[in-house]
């Protein structure tokens, strides 16, 4: 550090030093233009996390379960001037080539009876309605679809959804905007809702953006204020600040060279840097200007970097190393943003003691001595007094750590998503809306692998549904069982899982293509999401309503179902046990009932049925005319 004084105290050396300086701050201001920006929120979870490849996994061969919800309202859901907005807002979002899929109800399909035979599979909304009848005509039909009443049209019919689904590997910001943009341009009057993750995110990065944009200008200027107040000196202010601007062009430069995004919380460095970097410059111009009282212009400088210089190196290693321990954590823009955090202090300590020394020399600046005015006088009689006073001042700060300590036991560390975002923001409004209208805009899924076209299987994946919408906070369940049996009514007039599975696999086959049963079950019948929504209100019922689902799934998971044999023994309990589960989900938006009531019924014995006359009048219609 003696040597480094020295040639900083020369005119020569001290010029290039400024100059190369410049010339990378001019380079980095360049580089940095390329940076790109980031708002997944799903790039904060564990990356090495099991249940989190899970979900990655899932969420790649399903497509995106990242769904953004359009809440709409509107004053009568059925009427051909709504339905036909509705058409074409579907359409256009249909036509973006980075969304999946697209479901509303003027595309959802439905399956009704063919007059020649077999299925007709057409949409549910097949004609837009001309006249007040056609429009009650359409409600009453669609009130009989259960899977779609309170899922994509509110049963009040003041309130209308559409689910877009982006494609795995998309640009979420992008595709948020363009939604809103798309459903506004579509309804202009009307009042809408965004929510699901893309919209949230969107939310939460332009939010947190625009309070860094504000914040980060007060921040400097309290800092320039300190500053001023301390060298009185406007030049040594901008000194200060140049140096920590330089290291975060640095930073950013990096990021934009290996492709690192700028993200939520790379978003708060700047104002970081400017806190804590400022202070190295800080303190190599407050000693130099108490040498500056006594010495020349080079000694001073030669003194600074000598005495001052290790102080500095010491104090800024230590934060460096500190913010580079971030890079122990398992996620990633935590990672990032130790690193990034941890380079732009180091930069900033190496300009302190180089490149501010360097502008000292050329300058020649004569900062008054900090300390000097009233405020150093002050703090220095505070100083004294605490000398004084040192066994009150310790039981207090004793008193003021342990409170700290107990204070911090107390803190919540569950993830709450809510806590993203003020309670009378978009998403917030967006959340009550799908709640109070839909029953909720959280879900969760649940993966299920088998042979899915055997209808055991399908029964099993029903009963397990069946079982979890029973569950408080469970607002709906829905599964390829539920699609499979609505096929089923058309084909037999009864919504059941068939019995065989050559009948099974002729549902399958009006199926195909279909990409919304696609988000329920793969291509290979192998693998089956349950997709439950959540009706829970904040965290604290989200969170019971998780554990009573992990608790239901748990003894199944990592296990196979096997069909008992007829008369193998707990055969008739498992059948009751099926058949108890079917019909208390059934009931279940007529009221509850006891189980045992719904056991009860089902073990009562099947009264003896005279068959016998059935038989005779029926031998007489196969013999007549009309058979």
């Known amino acids: 550090m003696r040597q480094l004084g020295q040639l900083l105290a020369r005119r020569g050396f001290a010029t290039l030093v400024v100059v190369l300086v410049g010339l990378l701050a001019g380079l980095c201001a360049w580089l940095a233009q390329d940076i790109r920006h980031e708002d997944d929120l799903l790039a904060f979870l564990p990356v090495d996390n099991a249940e989190i490849a899970a979900f990655r996994d899932i969420n790649a061969r399903f497509g995106g379960l990242d769904v953004a919800i359009v809440g709409i309202e509107v004053p009568d859901a059925y009427a051909g001037t709504t ?6 807002l579907t359409t256009a979002l249909l036509a973006m080539p980075e969304l999946d899929h697209v479901l509303s109800l003027s595309n959802v399909d439905d399956f009704a009876p063919d007059p020649m035979g077999g299925i007709r599979t057409s949409r549910l909304v ?7 009848d056609a429009s009650m005509a359409l409600q009453q039909l669609v009130e009989s679809r259960d899977h779609v009443v309170g899922t994509l049209v509110a049963r009040d019919g003041t309130a209308l959804v559409v ?3 982006p494609a795995f590997g998309a640009d979420t910001r992008a595709v948020a905007l363009d939604i809103h943009h798309a459903a506004r341009a579509t309804f202009p009057d009307a009042r809408l809702h965004l929510g699901g993750a893309p919209f949230i995110s969107q939310y939460i990065y332009d939010t947190t953006q625009a309070d860094m944009a504000r914040l980060t200008p007060w921040a400097v200027l309290a800092i320039v204020l300190i500053l001023l107040i ?3 000196n406007a030049w040594a202010v901008a000194l200060g600040l140049l140096s920590t601007g330089v290291g975060i062009l640095v930073v950013y430069a990096t990021m934009a060279v290996l492709g690192m995004p700028l993200n939520v919380v790379l978003g708060a460095m700047p104002v970081i840097l400017f806190a804590v970097g400022s202070a190295y410059a800080i303190h190599m111009l407050a000693r130099y200007s108490v040498h500056r009282q006594v010495r020349t212009r080079e000694e001073a400088v030669a003194k600074t970097v000598r005495h001052t210089g290790p102080v500095v190196l010491t104090a800024g290693l230590t934060t460096a190393a500190g913010l580079g321990s971030f890079v122990m954590m398992d996620i990633a823009p935590l990672q990032q943003f ?3 955090t941890a380079m732009g202090v180091m930069v900033t300590l190496l300009l302190s003691v180089t490149f501010v020394p360097a502008v ?5 600046l004569t900062p008054r001595a900090v300390g000097s005015g009233p405020v150093g006088r002050t703090l220095g009689r505070q100083v004294a007094g605490i000398g004084r006073h040192r066994i009150p001042v310790s039981f207090l700060l004793v008193v003021v750590l342990g409170a700290s300590a107990w204070f911090m036991t107390h803190v919540d560390d569950r993830l709450d998503q809510a806590a993203f975002y003020d309670s009378d923001s978009a998403p917030a409004h967006a959340d009550r809306f799908l709640r109070e209208h839909f029953g909720g805009s959280s879900f969760v899924q649940i993966e299920v692998e088998g042979d899915l076209s055997d209808p055991a299987a399908l029964r099993a994946v029903r009963q397990l549904s069946d079982r979890i919408a029973l569950l408080e906070g469970v607002h709906r369940v829905q599964h390829v069982g539920d699609v499979i049996a609505s096929v089923n009514d058309a084909m037999e007039g009864v919504a059941r899982i068939p019995d065989n599975g050559a009948q099974a696999g002729l549902l399958y086959g009006f199926l195909t293509g279909n990409p919304a049963v696609r988000q329920l079950v793969d291509q290979e019948r192998r693998r089956a999401l349950v997709h439950v929504r959540l009706s829970a209100a904040d965290v604290d019922a989200t969170e019971r309503t998780l554990v009573a ?3 239901l799934v748990a003894p199944h998971a990592g296990r196979a179902w096997r069909m008992a044999a007829h008369d193998e023994a707990g055969a008739q309990e498992a059948r009751e046990s099926l058949v108890v589960d079917r019909i208390r989900a059934l009931i279940l938006p007529h009221g509850r009932v006891a189980s045992e009531r719904v056991l009860d019924s089902v073990r009562r014995p099947v009264p003896a ?8 009048g029926l031998a007489m219609w196969l013999q007549g005319a009309e058979s």
């Open 126 to 132: 097949d004609e837009i309605p001309s006249s007040v």
């Open 360 to 364: 000292i020399t050329l300058m020649n």
């Open 163 to 165: 689910y877009a689904f």
């Open 83 to 88: 339905l036909r907005r509705l058409d074409a």
């Open 230 to 232: 301390a060298f009185r």
């Open 609 to 616: 049925i005279p068959v016998g006359d059935a038989r005779a």
């Open 338 to 340: 130790g690193l990034l």
């Open 549 to 551: 689902i992990e608790q």
